[in-house]
C-alpha cells in the first residue's frame, strides 16, 4: 500500500524557516517524481514544488521560488521541503504527492499524504 | 499558466441522481506526446484530495464506475452518474500537460439535496 507521511509543522513566526518531511512507503520511491502542494485554510490547491527521479530537475511556483527548497534522500524514502522568511500567506495544509510518470515529466497526482499544518503568526 | 474554471462551484443533488461538473481550459491540453493531461480529484471533509480520473478519463484504481470523465481540448466533464452520500465533497480538475505548474481548477462543492 502506497503511503506518503508528512511532518515538520508547525506554529512559526514571520520571517521564521521550517523544514517538512515527507516519508513514503509501499513503492520503489527512487523513482518517482515528488511534489508539495499547499491548501489554505478554506482554499483550494496550489501547487509550490516538483523533484524528479535524479533529484537534479527541481522546479517551484512563483509564489515560493527563492525561499523554498526541494530536496530528497532516496536512501530514506524521503523527500523535504526547507522553507524560509514565511508569512501569514504561507499559512495551509502542506501535502506531499507523487506523480507516477518516471521520466522527469509531470502526468498526474496519484497518491496524497494526510498533510501536515502550519501556521505563520505573529 | 493554464487557468482552469470550473462551473458551477456548489452543486446540491438529490441521493441516486445524476451530477456533472464542468471544467474550461484557458489553452488547449493536448501534449506534445499527444495525450492530454487533465484530471480530477475529490476531497472529501477532513480528508486530502484523492485522485478519481486522470487523462481525461481513466478512472484511477478503486474509483466505482460511477465516476466518469469526458472532453477534449479545453472543455472537460466529470459525471456521476448516481450520487451517493460519500461523494459529498469538493472536486477538482487539474492539468499537467502545460507543466510547469500544475495548477487546479476553483473546486466545485457537492452537498446532498
Known amino acids: 500500500e502506497v503511503q506518503l507521511v508528512e511532518s515538520g509543522g508547525g506554529l512559526v513566526r514571520p520571517g521564521g524557516s521550517l523544514r517538512l518531511a515527507c516519508v513514503a512507503s509501499g513503492f520503489t520511491f527512487s523513482i518517482y517524481e515528488m511534489n508539495w502542494v499547499r491548501q489554505a485554510p478554506g482554499k483550494g490547491l496550489e501547487w509550490l514544488s516538483y523533484?524528479?527521479?535524479?533529484?537534479?530537475?527541481?522546479l517551484y511556483a512563483d509564489s515560493v521560488e527563492g525561499r523554498f527548497t526541494v530536496s530528497r534522500d532516496d536512501a530514506k524514502n524521503s523527500v523535504y521541503l526547507q522553507m524560509s522568511s514565511l508569512t501569514e500567506d504561507d499559512t495551509a495544509v502542506y501535502y506531499c504527492?507523487?506523480?507516477?510518470?518516471?521520466?522527469?515529466?509531470?502526468?498526474?497526482?496519484?497518491?496524497w499524504g494526510l498533510g501536515t499544518l502550519v501556521t505563520v503568526s505573529p | 499558466d493554464v487557468v482552469l474554471t470550473q462551473t458551477p462551484l456548489s452543486l446540491r443533488v438529490t441521493l441516486g441522481q445524476p451530477a456533472s461538473i464542468s471544467c474550461r481550459s484557458s489553452?488547449?491540453?493536448?501534449?506534445?506526446?499527444?495525450?492530454?493531461?487533465l484530471s480530477w480529484l475529490q476531497q472529501r471533509p477532513g480528508q486530502p484530495p484523492r485522485l478519481l480520473v486522470h487523462k481525461i478519463s481513466q478512472r484511477f484504481s478503486g474509483v466505482p464506475d460511477r465516476f466518469s470523465g469526458s472532453g477534449a481540448g479545453t472543455d472537460f466533464t466529470l459525471t456521476i452518474s448516481r450520487v451517493e452520500a460519500e461523494d459529498v465533497g469538493v472536486y477538482y480538475c487539474m492539468q499537467a500537460s502545460q507543466f510547469p505548474p500544475y495548477t487546479f481548477g476553483q473546486g466545485t462543492k457537492l452537498e446532498i439535496k
Open positions: 523533484i524528479n527521479p535524479a533529484g537534479n530537475l527541481r
Open positions: 489553452q488547449r491540453l493536448v501534449h506534445f506526446d499527444g495525450n492530454t493531461y
Open positions: 504527492v507523487r506523480d507516477p510518470d518516471g521520466t522527469s515529466a509531470a502526468v498526474f497526482l496519484d497518491y
